[in-house]
């Protein structure tokens, strides 16, 4: 594991945005793992202001919540378009997010995954980590799920999310996420944390043991890790 400790969010969203435009430069066709949440909002800023080329870029995002259609402001592909996707020159028909309105969200899974395997697998994909440690919505559990799969909310997350919504009622409870072998596969993989709020679950997913009961800790294991990170002093 790489570690890189910055000093603010600023400082962070800008590093992060440096090891993504290196990677475009190297190969300007890859494949970009994303998220979405209050971490990477920096990173996309610095990304849309580099003035970069993403013509030939592909993205594939790691969740979106069904129920949710892409206009509306909650969906994850409203929050990529915005952020992202409406200020850099990238083909929209390359940008994938799971189909929120999918009728059968398991068959929408399978289809991501093989997405993702017919693209090649992803060159770089991007990560934020819940406070509970999860990863993409892969929620704390018994056992890694594997592949992208449909998934219900831990109370935590809803909890989390219900920021964005007028009521906690309103959050979707399920959502179909990359899972942690679809994760784990991604040829690097950038952590990025932000706050003291998230100083322990990051300490314990990248010292602590490896457990399904901290998904972020299987991280541990990848083979090309960079975290960026303002919580660890
Ligand atoms: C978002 C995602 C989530 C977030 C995590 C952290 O696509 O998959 O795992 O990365 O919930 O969210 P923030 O960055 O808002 O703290």
Request: with cysteine.
């Amino acid at each position: 594991m790489k570690l890189i400790k910055v000093k603010n969010y600023e400082e962070m969203s800008r590093t992060a945005a440096d090891l993504f435009l290196a990677q475009v430069k190297e190969k300007p066709a890859s494949v970009l793992g994303l998220a979405t949440g209050s971490s990477p909002v920096g990173l996309y800023k610095n990304l849309a202001a580099s003035g970069a080329d993403f013509s030939q870029v592909i993205t594939v995002n790691l969740d979106e919540y069904c129920g949710l259609a892409p206009g509306n402001p909650q969906s994850y592909r409203y929050f990529m378009n915005e952020n992202l996707f409406s200020n850099i020159n990238i083909n929209q028909a390359n940008t994938h997010i799971p189909d929120g309105t999918a009728a059968n969200p398991d068959a929408e899974a399978e289809r991501y995954e093989e997405l993702i395997r017919s693209l090649g697998g992803i060159d770089l994909q991007l990560l934020g980590m819940g406070h509970n440690g999860h990863i993409g919505f892969n929620e704390p559990d018994e056992e890694f799920a594997a592949d992208t799969h449909r998934v219900y909310l831990a109370e935590q997350t809803i909890k989390a999310n219900s920021r964005f919504f007028e009521s906690p009622e309103e959050v979707p409870t399920s959502a179909v996420t990359m899972g942690i072998k679809t994760i784990m596969q991604a040829k690097k993989i950038i952590v990025i944390a932000s706050g003291s709020e998230k100083t322990n679950i990051l300490k314990k997913a990248l010292y602590g043991a490896i457990t399904p009961r901290v998904p972020a800790s299987v991280l541990q294991l990848h083979w090309d890790l960079t975290v960026v990170t303002d919580c660890l002093g």
